[in-house]
């Protein structure tokens, strides 16, 4: 058992603000926001120090009678998928909470600090839970405090792009929702009693009509959560609007909520459907890839640009989530992780040279090498990483989901590799426009270059770069035996779909048998 080890990694930060709502003066605001967000950091890195590689189930797991009337239990657990997005989530909020008290946010810090620790606390609780009713809960939940951050302190249009965040992702959600409660049923008809434990689910059998509306359902509110083109249209909004801090955790974690949905829960629970629904998210991944980096290239804001990079970014993932093996779905969580760094550094240090400039328009800049040599190095790093460079984090999950995607469908890697050189066309051509060249506009010559915070916020982001660039096997080694484990749903799934295609071909094949042939057979039997 887990000894409440994943209770308090979820509500830690719950208490914690809740004991912020209770100080008024500022810098102890900051201070116990940060330390509450420590200890759930810590937390997650003896989880990751504790966790055994060789085990593919859940380990940690907590689990009581909750409200056994509707079959509803208190079930967490943690495994090789969702180890590493629990650490992400961690690393994240405490570092956006490290840099929005420098300045960042110059009012109302206290409910600031208090929707992002309860934010923390609903995507540790999404990632964790193992009900599916306590999965619906934290996965509502998180959209709350998401809602106030861009609608508070956001910038621009900030309540249109709030309000058409929880409606589309709202949308998504009832229909899961639907699609919960008919599962739920149907494990009662089956297994004679309400349940919404997971693992008791993925044994409930279904018609082939009922798995693909189910699994249409599941799939498309995770689809909106990715987001994937052509339910995409939320994020850029979001993502521009939204404070520094929001776009972080937005890009870092809650995306991933979209990803990590389907490999929980959308391709266990319906392996058939899955497999079956390989071409279609396949095109669509695809689409996104191209989509993205073209409409990215076309962007003249900063924040812009890099969220819709994440549309390209995250159809890279779902490419390696349908591919279906190993090397694809590997991949696919490296990447998960990788965007999380990278993008998330992207946008701190777009944050940085907005609190500075007050505008994030290309345009506008030009020049800034010589004027802030520290920020233009550590941006320079941040970008090789984004675009797959060699020796740093992003290329190690690319060059997995490539390999994935190659052995499953290898025209849809052919036209994805076209996405990777428009990436890397449109990161240096931003760069350039940048960081080199002459300073023509005037105030740019009085930037100043990164504080000791912002330096202290970049250093780990940096380092989580090099390391998962050069010694990827740590983590690949902890999330093998748990993507096994799951991809042996979708084995027994495909041998079923083999073996039902083979009687139909053996049938086709006897209704075609010329009747001479059949004479033949009765003499010889005869005979």
Not at 9 to 30: D, H, T, V
Request: proline fraction near 5%.
């Amino acid at each position: 058992m887990g000894g409440g080890l994943l209770t308090a990694l979820i509500f830690l930060p719950l208490l914690g603000a809740l004991f912020i709502l209770m100080q008024s003066e500022e810098r102890a605001i900051w201070n116990s926001a940060f330390i509450f967000s420590l200890i759930p950091l810590a937390l997650s890195f003896y989880l990751l120090i504790a966790f055994d590689p060789h085990r593919a189930d859940y380990q940690f797991v907590e689990q009581y009678p909750w409200i056994p009337a509707f079959g509803i239990s208190y079930h967490l657990g943690v495994d090789g998928i969702s180890l590493f997005l629990v650490l992400l989530t961690t690393i994240l909020i405490s570092l956006s909470l490290l840099y929005s008290g420098g300045g960042d946010i110059e009012e109302r810090a206290r409910e600031f600090c208090f929707f992002i620790l309860v934010l923390e606390t609903g995507l540790l609780g999404t990632l964790l839970a193992v009900d599916l009713f306590l999965f619906y809960m934290f996965w509502e939940v998180m959209l709350i405090p998401m809602y106030f951050l861009i609608g508070i302190w956001g910038h621009g249009e900030r309540i249109y792009a709030a309000i058409k965040f929880v409606l589309f992702t709202m949308v998504g959600s009832l229909l899961m929702l639907v699609a919960i409660l008919y599962l739920v049923f149907a494990a009662r008809e089956h297994f004679g009693r309400l349940s919404f434990d997971l693992p008791l689910l993925y044994e409930v059998p279904l018609t082939v009509t009922e798995a693909r509306w189910l699994f249409a359902a599941f799939a498309l509110a995770f689809a909106i959560k990715v987001p994937m083109w052509p339910v995409h249209t939320w994020l850029p909004d979001a993502h521009t609007n939204a404070p520094t801090a929001g776009s972080v955790i937005l890009a870092g974690v809650m995306l991933k909520m979209g990803t990590y949905g389907f490999l929980r829960f959308a391709i266990p629970l319906f392996p058939d459907v899955a497999i079956e629904a390989i071409p279609l998210f396949m095109t669509l991944a695809v689409i996104g890839i191209i989509y993205g980096a073209l409409v990215a290239m076309m962007q003249p804001d900063l924040k812009r640009l890099i969220a819709y990079s994440s549309v390209s970014h995250l159809g890279f993932v779902m490419l390696g989530i349908f591919a279906l093996n190993p090397q694809g779905i590997e991949g696919a969580i490296y990447q998960m992780l990788n965007h999380g760094i990278s993008t998330g550094g992207l946008f701190l240090l777009v944050g940085m040279l907005y609190m500075r400039r007050h505008t994030r328009e290309i345009s506008e800049f030009g020049g800034l090498w010589h004027r802030v040599p520290v920020y233009a190095a550590i941006f320079m790093l941040v970008m090789l990483s984004s675009i797959g460079l060699p020796g740093l984090n992003g290329f190690v999950g690319e060059f997995l989901i490539m390999l994935g995607g190659f052995l499953r469908l290898r025209l849809a890697v052919v036209i994805a590799v076209v996405g990777v050189i428009l990436e890397a066309l449109y990161m240096l051509w931003t760069y350039e426009r940048v960081m080199f060249g002459p300073i023509v506009n005037a105030i740019n010559e009085k930037l100043a270059d990164l504080t000791t915070r912002e330096i202290a916020v970049m250093v780990p982001v940096i380092a989580l770069m090099f390391f998962m660039g050069l010694y990827p096997r740590p983590l690949i080694s902890r999330m093998e035996p748990s993507v096994n484990l799951m991809l042996a749903r979708v084995h027994i799934a495909q041998a079923r779909l083999d073996q039902k295609s083979d009687r139909r071909r053996l049938a086709t094949a006897d209704r075609h048998v010329p009747m001479t042939d059949h004479v033949s057979q009765i003499a010889a039997a005869a005979r």
